[in-house]
């Protein structure tokens, strides 16, 4: 944390060259201003989420209720059984089912993208092998393809794979991006690592699997938080591919609660709380690498 | 280190091969996927573009050529419509990217100090980041509820003592744009404030110091100083905004659907509708090559200005 943060800058220090009255109070008074400031800033970002929380504890007629809207009243957990009596058909989709798809389609993509994308990278980095070069192309190349560009043929191409977990995840498991992230990191390797493992006798397979795959965990929590956080909110993918409740992922599922009256305020709060919750976890805990990871890439999605 | 043992002897040989083969076996899954899923899908953009191919015809598709690139860009039968929807995406990176660029550039100024507390106000400027688009969406649908009850119309009521009459935002075309840029802002500032941030942590403090012995003040530091030592990553930040504008879905689709009256279309709203509501995948398959067209453009310009500070550094 402290890396971002806590670094004093010169432009930050206190100045010293205005003596006089005031020189003890300034600072004091400054950094009152200061987390004023900060308080104002934190409050505007925070809000919303803040609104979601405590609406998904209201009652549901209180939740769209201007101001009052958060204040913390009658407060109960009853809107998140609502939403598990709401979805309890198959014509509805069961809540669980939209969760437990989410998990899937996004634990297939964020494993599988691990494995198979740094396997790639690790041959087009570090092994030699004829096409080698023009493999690298492709993908340097298909990194300036957003996934918007493909949506529509690759809709057309799996049509007839509609509503299946298959097709929300297979397509999106290999990603040019990983690569390039993964090749990047296991370039600046020492060449030492190689050389070693080989004259113990260890093929390229071995050496990828205990020696670089050990030593790259940055990289690997890196693009795994990032693919993470793209998945667990994929919504273009699914609004082309998804009209099955029971194959329902959760962005998805959220967006159909959200437009169909009547709407139980409080109860589509607590689904996407419900929804969130797990994602807000991961980030809480893993805080260090969320911001790093985005922080060195610069990219999401 | 050991002499390397002659080319060809019986002890390399095998091993060599085994690179041979390993090399193209462990790239083969991803590279298999990406030719398949993004290689192939990218060329039948191309070619589904020069077809009438439509989902809900048993027809077999007619080769079209450039028809339905004349019928988006040229024609007056959809170009309007076309051209309404890529305005929007010009109109949205127009005003978000200055101005998510410059509070990204605030935040991350306000945050690169020594003020007990940071990291926990870090932490709220960058959570709206890991919210689903589709959850803080539906969040802001209450806020921009046309009801005197919506959180704003409430807020605003209260600021003038009542004198603000409750605003449909969503639903009247000259709000309903804004009001989408507004929770992107919301969603996007902290992304773009970690990278600046990390730009600002890259600026060596000798150059600070630097400036303050020959007598420069804050304003002048930060001109002389931190701009000039940002310039790569603003101009990286703002691109990747850019290109995040012409990518403009989801919010569109959940709040407002393109409307009213085409005031939020973009770019992917229409191609989806166009695809899926109205089957025609080839039109749909042309206005995502357009789509890709712009996206590179960018890059390009992007790679350039980058490349170019290099070059004079």
Known sequence: MTVLADRPTVSGRTRVSHPGPGRRLRPLVRSGLDHLLMGT?????????????????????????????????????????????TFDDPSTGFFLNFFG????????VVLGGLVVNSMAAYALARLRWRGRDAVLILVLALLVLPFEAIAVPLFYLLNDFRNTMAVQSVPLIANAFSIFLFYSFFLKLPKEIEEAGRLDGAGPWRIFVRIIVPMSKPVFATVAILSFLTQWGMFLWPVLMVSDPSVRPLPLAISVYQGQPPFAWGDIMAFGVMMVLPMLLVFLVFQRWFVRSVASTGLKG | MTAPPPPGSPRTRPKARREEWAGPLMALPAIAGLVLFVALPFAMAIGLSLFNVRLDSFRPPEFFALEQYRRILVSSEFSGDFYRALGNNVL???????????????????LNRPLRGMPVFRTFFFMPVVFPMALIATVWRLIFDPGPDGMLNSVLGLATFGLFSPHDWLGEASTAMPSIMLLSLWQGVGLQMVIILAG???????????????????????????????????????????????????????LTRGGPDGATSTVMHLAVTTAFAESNVGRAAAMTVVLFVVVLCLTLLQRRLVTQEREIS
């Not at chain 1, 405590?54 to 549901?60: F, N, R, T, V, W």
């Not at chain 2, 600002?200 to 930060?222: K, T």
């Open chain 1, 41 to 85: 800033v934190t409050l505007l970002f925070a809000s919303p989420i803040l609104y979601m929380f405590i609406g998904s504890l209201k009652p549901d007629d209180q939740v769209l209720d201007g101001l009052s809207g958060f204040v913390p009243r009658d407060l109960s957990l009853d809107n998140y059984a609502d939403v598990f009596a």
């Open chain 1, 101 to 108: 798809t989410s998990v899937i389609v996004t634990g297939v």
């Open chain 2, 200 to 254: 600002l942590q890259g600026i060596p403090g000798q150059l600070y110091e630097a400036a303050e012995v020959d007598g420069a003040g804050r304003w002048q530091r930060f001109r002389a100083v931190t701009l000039p030592g940002l310039r790569n990553t603003l101009v990286f930040v703002a691109l990747v905004t850019t290109i995040l504008s012409f990518r403009l879905f989801d919010q569109v689709y959940i």
């Open chain 2, 92 to 110: 949205f990176a127009a005003v978000i990217v200055p101005v998510q660029v410059t509070a990204a550039l605030g935040l991350a100024l306000l």
